[in-house]
């Protein structure tokens, strides 16, 4: 594939890469990392530390929705160079606080910026440039996400315990820089045709399905209420699916085992998340979306079956792997099935507002999950409304992915 590939694509895909490695690896997966420290260092519980990491991704995704508004062909670059030098320089003062209300609102900003800067941007700008192995490429994109949090996660967890949570944040500001550079240097554009060039493969002469609010259809070509409605619903469902992953140390005391279980739970999960979505991507380019989310969707429903039924150590590693393909699901599967759904001319204002749920959901979904086994002092009536929402899943990607448009 990247044989035929020019050379600006390679360029552009690298530098997509690179920038999901900086706006997810070193916010959100590492963020985990700095709850702790910060919460001894003032003084407050962890859920008051915690809630910077929820800012982050609330209005991240919220960043990701205006996206598609506010960048266009003549101010991309520009708006690039701002979000970029936002991210950094609320990083770098987050390294300087002293106050935790200020700390929430540099994570705010953080959390903005890089909602045009992730992973929403990247699938966006891949629709654009890449009309071949557009599943496998967004696969390969959204994968850094999980590379960069297995690759920084043990760097900074240790210059966190040696040199402090400042020093991390500062040394992160550093990190980013480096990430972000080929997404400012690189010669890019929301659409390759702004720059003159071609989509990968696209043939030349061929008139060509543009993205932006310009080229949309006419009002006769409108998208119908109840299909957004019911994609909404699905990417809210794919969104509560994961967020029961942080809670595996839990699980895995609850039901008789030791926390090293649970943690080598996560650690399954985490490698899933990143080979899933490379899986995934090869599987739509081959089978379609239908297909290959069905598939997924059956493996985290056994997985959710084997926790509930089988209580072995084994048993729930291979739970926990199955379980880890709803990452996968709720990221690249929902990007490609509103693609599917949607159609390319309207995927750019639909995914953005759609993946908003997504995000949302799962941000709120782990502190319920947290309520749900306080009131019941179990984790099996979280698993049944997991049961619940697959059921519910499975009717909604029936129904949007029915009929294909263009």
């Known amino acids: 594939m990247l044989k035929t590939m020019k050379r600006s694509h390679i360029m552009v895909l690298t530098a997509l890469c690179l920038s999901i490695g900086a706006s997810v690896g070193l916010i959100t997966s590492i963020g985990g990392l700095f709850i702790t420290p910060i919460a001894e260092e003032f003084g407050v519980g962890r859920g008051s530390a915690s809630l910077n990491m929820t800012l982050v991704n609330l209005i991240c995704a919220l960043g990701g929705a205006l996206m ?28 300087m606080v002293k106050s935790l209300w200020l700390m929430y609102v540099l994570n705010a900003i953080r959390g903005f910026s890089t909602g045009f800067l992730g992973l929403i941007a990247a699938t966006v700008i891949i629709s654009n440039w890449f009309h071949r192995n557009t599943a496998v490429i967004t696969s390969i994109a959204m994968a850094f996400s999980g590379v960069a949090g297995a690759v920084f996660t043990p760097i900074f967890s240790s210059i966190i315990e040696k040199s402090g949570w400042r020093t991390g944040y500062l040394i992160s500001a550093i990190f980013m820089l480096v990430l972000y550079l080929p997404m400012l240097l690189f010669k890019m554009s929301l659409d390759p045709g702004d720059i003159g060039q071609l989509a990968y493969g696209e043939v030349e002469g061929v008139q060509r399905v543009r993205f932006g609010k310009e080229h949309l259809p006419k009002a006769q070509d409108k998208i119908p209420v109840w299909l957004f409605v019911i994609a909404a619903l699905f990417a809210s469902l794919t969104g509560f699916i994961p967020s029961i992953t942080p ?59 084997l926790v509930l039924t089988v209580k072995n150590v084994f048993i729930f590693y291979l739970a926990s792997a199955l379980i880890g393909f709803s990452s996968a699901t709720c990221t690249l599967g929902l990007a490609m099935t509103c693609r599917e759904a949607f159609g390319i001319t309207h995927y750019t204002s639909t995914y953005p507002k759609i993946s908003l749920f997504s995000t949302v959901v799962y941000a709120f979904a782990t502190t319920i999950n947290g309520l749900i086994y306080d009131i019941a002092h179990s984790y099996t009536p979280i698993f049944w409304i997991m049961l619940g929402c697959m059921a519910i899943m499975y009717v909604c990607i029936f129904i949007i992915t029915g009929k294909k448009r263009v």
Request: hydrophobic share 55%.
């Open 68 to 95: 598609p508004r506010l960048m266009k062909k003549k101010n991309y670059k520009p708006l690039v160079w701002v979000f970029v030098a936002l991210t950094i320089g609320a990083t770098v003062l987050l390294s």
């Open 247 to 305: 809670h595996f140390t839990g699980i895995a005391v609850f039901y008789g085992f030791t926390a090293a279980v649970g943690a080598a739970m996560l650690s399954i999960t985490m490698v899933i998340n990143t080979a899933g979505k490379l899986l995934l991507g090869f599987l739509i380019d081959r089978m379609g979306v239908r297909r290959s989310m069905l598939i997924y969707l059956t493996a985290t429903l056994a997985g959710i079956i």
